[in-house]
T-cell receptor, first 114, second 109 residues
């Protein structure tokens, strides 16, 4: 069974550009969360989606947006890229809902903004 | 003050040593997670705890809900245990993860 798949694995963008990152959860998982990890720090929560609805949003500017599709895959979009957006972007999937479930993480997308 | 604090930040041990990494949190949680991150970024979930103690192989995780404290222990450490160990808590209406800053563990042969 495939794990959480993220694409692309690496990319380089220029300041001001737009980027779309993609995540496919484990089959049967209905919740997808996005995290940003800057070098040397722990990941920071960006968004969580469950059953195609936004369930939570971290302290990130409106340049960050996301959505979840009917097949539970998800996209994270970042507009007007800044140098400070350079980071590892992690996607995590879980069964979701009201109970506590474990998370499975993708390998991440390493974004470099130059 | 961060909601999740880990100590130590860096830890170097000799192969075979018993290792303890500590985590304290200041918010109400529904669960606490211990995660392992290797160079390159991939994160693996080791434990999810809401009470008591769990053991998997040489790894043991404990949590004290009253004291808002958890520990991760590694017995008979091995160089392949070298990684960043991260404590995270599930909290909030979205049950999002709030992460500590991680402990870089290096086990020398």
């Amino acid at each position: 069974d495939a794990g959480v798949t993220q694409s692309p694995t690496h990319l380089i963008k220029t300041r001001g550009q737009h980027v779309t990152l993609r995540c496919s959860p484990i089959s049967g998982h209905k919740s997808v969360s996005w995290y940003q990890q800057v070098l040397g720090q722990g990941p920071q929560f960006i968004f969580q989606y469950y059953e195609k609805e936004e369930r939570g949003r971290g302290n990130f500017p409106d340049r960050f947006s996301a959505r979840q599709f009917p097949n539970y895959s998800s996209e994270l979009n970042v507009n007007a890229l800044l140098l400070g957006d350079s980071a590892l972007y992690l996607c995590a999937s879980s069964l979701g809902g009201a109970s506590n479930y474990g998370y499975t993480f993708g390998s991440g997308t390493r974004l470099t903004v130059v | 003050k961060n909601e999740v604090e880990q100590s130590p930040q860096n830890l170097t041990a000799q192969e075979g040593e018993f290792i303890t990494i500590n985590c304290s949190y200041s918010v109400g949680i529904s669960a606490l997670h211990w995660l392992q991150q290797h160079p390159g970024g991939g994160i693996v979930s080791l434990f999810m705890l809401s009470s008591g103690k769990k053991k998997h192989g040489r790894l043991i995780a404990t949590i004290n809900i009253q004291e808002k404290h958890s520990s991760l222990h590694i017995t008979a450490s091995h160089p392949r245990d070298s990684a960043v160990y991260i404590c995270a808590v599930t909290s909030g209406s979205a049950r999002q993860l709030t992460f500590g800053s991680g402990t870089q563990l290096t086990v020398l042969p």
